[in-house]
Every structure is written in C-alpha cells, then in structure tokens.
C-alpha cells in the first residue's frame, strides 16, 4: 500500500444521498465491512450518515475523482447512490493538531 500520507494525495469530500427499502438493509453490514477496510487502510478519513436527511459524508484520500468513485462503485450499496464529489483545499481538524500540552 502506499504512503497516503504523500503529496501525490488529495482530499475529497463525498456526499451522498440514498435511498432506503428492504434490499438496502440487506446490504448495510456488507457495506460496513468495505467502509472499515477502507478506514483501516487510511484511504478513508472520516465516514457520518444521517438517517434523518438520509444523507452520508466522507473525506476520501485519493489521486483524483476518478479514483474516488472506483472505491464507491465497490460498496453494496453504490446503486442506491447519487454521490457528489468535491476536491477540498482545505482540510483542519483536531485529528490533525498536536496534543495539548499537560503540565503536571
């Protein structure tokens, strides 16, 4: 695997918004298990969804939007999918800053 750390890397952040019936519950742990290995390989770097807005976001790490949706055309649940993709510039969270420093 490489280094998704790299420069050659960018982040995209992924909406999509699904559709939900019988079939799609079916189909969810299956997702999950992608969506994890996803996540544990770093390729992922956060994953929410609403079921109220039956809306999911993710911040996806990756060449290019092509590459993008070559990961989200391998989940069980790409047919339920309209999905917008969006290079970021800007990407900050706590994730990504150092520690607070704990005097004793």
Do not use: C
């Not at 699904?18 to 996803?38: C, G, K, Q, S, W």
């Amino acid at each position: 695997m490489e280094n998704l750390k790299d420069d050659k890397f960018s982040k995209f952040q992924v909406t999509i918004r699904f559709y939900m019936d019988e079939a799609f519950m079916a189909l969810v742990p299956t997702h999950r298990v992608y969506i994890n290995e996803l996540i544990d390989k770093g390729i992922i770097d956060y994953y929410a969804v609403s079921m109220e807005t039956q809306r999911s976001w993710m911040i996806i790490n990756a060449t290019d939007k092509k590459e993008v949706e070559a990961y989200l055309v391998k989940s069980t649940l790409h047919n339920y999918w309209t999905i917008e993709i969006d290079e970021l510039f800007v990407y900050d969270s706590q994730a990504y800053r150092l520690p607070a420093l704990q005097l004793n």
